[in-house]
């Protein structure tokens, strides 16, 4: 079946670090790939995604390219801020008319000052 | 615009009682509804969704049922709550398939079974 691995937390960054989270995924066919951002006490929010190889998803000056030769969609940001600060989930999708999403289990981000 | 509502946002029961959680979606129509679970340092899991009125799959076997009286009304229930059944629960939506339509999560509920 399907399944996403992320780089395990908690990650704590000064301000203005380069920021990158590693994700890997295992899935049948084509899937989509996903970033969500969760900020404390919220839901999560859709943070950038990609629906085939190579392409890059970008968004708020985060980025991640689905590499199908290393199964890989890591997240990078080239400068973090404080606002930055939440819990990012990496996630996939078998493909259209797919019902459901799987999950990594979450990085917590912590930017200092 | 749509909107997605999910109540109450915090919850404590004690074990062996009732739930009802609830959710809805404003401004679309024949929405996939989704309940997941998120419990600490296990990500997030999916409970139940329903790609239309009184259809519902369920991915995890477990205490818990849910149930669409209505197109854009989701409920969570349990006729008795387990300590293990304290999390974080998130409602979403999708417009079609969820690979070709980001989902749209509330703000979740967060129950504590004492």
């Known amino acids: 079946g399907n399944s996403v691995t992320q780089m395990e937390g908690p990650v704590t960054l000064s301000e203005e670090a380069f920021l990158t989270i590693n994700c890997t995924y295992t899935a049948t066919g084509y899937p989509s790939l996903f970033w969500y951002v969760q900020y404390p006490g919220e839901g999560l929010q859709l943070l950038l995604k990609?629906?085939?190889?190579?392409d890059k998803g970008s968004n708020k000056g985060f980025e991640a390219t689905y590499r199908k030769e290393t199964t890989s969609f890591h997240l990078e940001k080239g400068s973090v801020q404080v606002s930055d600060s939440a819990v990012y989930f990496c996630a996939l999708s078998s493909g259209a008319g797919s019902y459901q999403l799987t999950f990594g289990k979450g990085t917590k981000l912590s930017v200092i000052p | 615009s749509q909107t997605i509502h999910q109540w109450p946002a915090t919850l404590v029961q004690p074990v062996g009682s009732p739930l009802s959680l609830e959710c809805t979606v404003e401004g679309t129509s024949n929405p996939n509804l989704y309940w997941y679970r998120q419990a600490a340092g296990r990500g997030l899991q999916l409970l139940f969704y329903s790609v239309g009125i009184g259809q519902i799959s369920s991915e995890v076997p477990q205490n818990l049922s849910a149930s669409r009286p209505q197109d854009r009304q989701f409920i969570l229930s349990s006729k008795k709550l387990l300590l293990s059944d304290s999390g974080f629960y998130l409602c979403?939506?999708?417009?079609?398939?969820?690979?070709?339509?980001?989902?749209?999560f509330g703000n979740g509920t967060r129950l504590t079974v004492t």
């Open positions: 990609a629906t085939k190889a190579d």
């Open positions: 979403a939506w999708t417009r079609g398939g969820a690979g070709n339509s980001p989902l749209h």
